[in-house]
């Protein structure tokens, strides 16, 4: 597993469309429990070479119930962006995570994250690649559907500040899908 993040960390497969250059950001050993699969890292996230260290990052770990000193123990949690690297920004936010990472390495992550007893995939990107055919009409719906992918696969909106309006729009989320989780990665890292 440590060659592999060695060979991932250093990719420059798709250097020539990153505008901030490659800097691939991806956490985990054998040994962790719970795989997060996000989107892409942001600026911020570039910048300081830190998997989820943005305000996205602490509503998830809010989500999860979750210190930064458990988050970030590589034998508990696993962070796995579709994209490893910034993909730069466009006209309404980030661009999409490149495709080449989930095409190059994400089998090997996989198969080298034996311990994973549940995988969370954070957004609409992660949730197509993983789900398949089995992602329903939008994200909201996949969401709501989460029963469907337990016990291995728990889909979930992505925790930018900017989904404050998709919150408000499905109090569901907070009230049902939020205490399950919390409750499953509590149980899952005891």
């Known amino acids: 597993m440590d060659e592999l993040l060695r060979e991932i960390r250093s990719c420059t497969i798709c250097s020539q469309h990153l505008p901030a250059g490659p800097r691939p950001i991806v956490a985990g050993s054998d040994q962790s429990k719970l795989l997060i699969i996000g989107q892409a890292p942001g600026r911020r996230v570039h910048e300081s070479g830190v998997p989820w260290d943005d305000p996205s990052g602490d509503h998830l770990r809010s989500w999860l119930d979750m210190d930064k000193s458990t988050f970030y123990d590589e ?15 466009g006209k309404s936010g980030d661009l999409p995570p490149r495709p080449e990472c989930a095409e190059n390495w994400h089998h090997s992550m996989i ?68 205490p399950m989780l919390k409750k499953r990665v509590t149980r899952l890292l005891s």
């Open 75 to 89: 034998d508990c949690v696993a962070l796995m962006p579709m994209g490893f690297c910034y993909p730069g920004t």
């Open 111 to 178: 198969e080298g994250l034996k311990g994973v007893k549940l995988t969370l995939l954070v957004g609409q990107y992660a949730q197509k690649y993983y789900l398949k055919d089995r992602f329903k009409s939008n994200l909201t719906e996949t969401v709501r559907a989460y029963r469907e992918f337990e016990p291995v696969y728990l889909p979930l909106p992505h925790p930018s500040p900017r989904n404050r309006i998709w919150m408000k729009k499905n109090e569901w989320f907070g009230l049902e899908v939020l």
